[in-house]
């Protein structure tokens, strides 16, 4: 893709100095980011992103500072403060600020406290969605997020709190019982725990789990288990953060829509993996 590709044609905001854009960056693959982070990377003249953010996303900003504020896993709070207060000075240089974050900025992202502070501290924002992981992570993966025969909610939860420990605030048997299908988002440190939880609130040992990591990256891998093997699939897979974790049978729609398998010349595993007959034809 060339820098100089034009946007479609019509009115496109302008990114003015001193204005603070939070803008969401897709779970990875940069096809997947929206016309409006375009337009926001060739205003730019910074850019402060975050780990999760490919790198390849920033070459279309080559006019703008890259600035790396990335933050793995749980660390203080002070940090995000410094960020926060560091877009903050930023705006107030007069700089054209875009705020990078993975996925969408408003999911798990902490985007609503930076925005916040950009209020509070008198800067003008905007806020550009993006795809998030838990949803297109998991289409690239196959796995449609809900599926009629299977969910009719799904539940996004964090696997730890602010601090890294396990969220002691969640009710697993309220989200067990009310959502058949579950996408945990930084789950991987607590996983045992979190299995542990559902299985004593009832969800089978059987019941299908997809652990996506690097989703829609080069480096995209898929761990299919279930709720019962998934401690012992993933120790022996040794599989790595970041990962999207999704419980429940929407998981197992990946045997008929691995359309990244089929790409590669897989053919599909089951047609009809949740047993239902064709959808066309049970309309
Ligand atoms: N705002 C982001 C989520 C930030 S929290 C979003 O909307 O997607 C960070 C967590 O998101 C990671 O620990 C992981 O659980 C998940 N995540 C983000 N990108 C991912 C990717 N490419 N593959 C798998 N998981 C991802």
Redesign the pocket.
């Known amino acids: 893709m060339s820098d100089s590709m034009p946007l479609p044609q019509g009115q496109w905001p302008v990114l003015q100095p001193g204005w603070v854009w939070l803008c ?1 960056a897709g ?2 693959d940069p096809g997947l980011l929206t016309l409006h982070a375009l337009n926001a990377l060739r205003q730019a003249d910074v850019v402060i992103y975050d780990a ?1 953010v490919q790198e390849a996303i920033l070459d279309w900003a080559p006019q703008a500072e890259h600035i790396y504020a990335g933050k793995r896993g749980g660390k203080p709070s002070a940090k995000q403060r410094d960020i926060s207060l560091h877009l903050v000075d930023l705006a107030r240089d007069g700089k054209r600020v875009l705020r990078l ?5 408003f ?3 902490r ?1 609503g406290e930076e925005a916040q502070t950009l209020v509070q501290h008198g800067v003008p924002i905007r806020i550009i969605p ?1 795809i ?3 949803i297109g ?1 998991l289409a690239y993966a196959g796995i449609p997020v809900t599926h009629r025969d299977v969910n009719q909610s799904v539940t996004f939860v ?1 696997g730890h709190d602010q601090s890294g420990n396990a969220t002691g605030s969640l009710d697993w048997q309220a989200i067990s019982k009310g959502s058949q299908v579950i996408v945990i ?3 991987m440190k607590h996983i045992a725990h979190i299995a542990a939880q559902l299985l004593a609130a009832g969800r089978p040992l059987s019941e299908p789990v997809a652990i ?6 080069e480096h ?1 891998q898929v761990l299919e288990t279930t709720l019962g093997t998934c401690v012992a699939d993933i120790e022996a897979a040794g599989t790595e ?4 974790i999704c419980v429940g049978r929407a998981a197992a729609m990946r045997q008929v829509l691995d359309w990244q398998g089929q790409m590669a010349g897989e053919a599909p595993r089951n047609l009809d993996p949740l047993g239902r007959g064709r959808p066309a034809e049970s309309a």
Not at 101 to 105: A, E, L, R, S, T
């Open positions: 969401g779970p990875g999760l974050k993975g996925g969408d900025p999911v798990f992202g985007g993006g998030s992981a838990g992570g964090t988002y930084m789950g996506v990591t690097n989703a829609t990256t995209q953060p970041p990962a999207i």
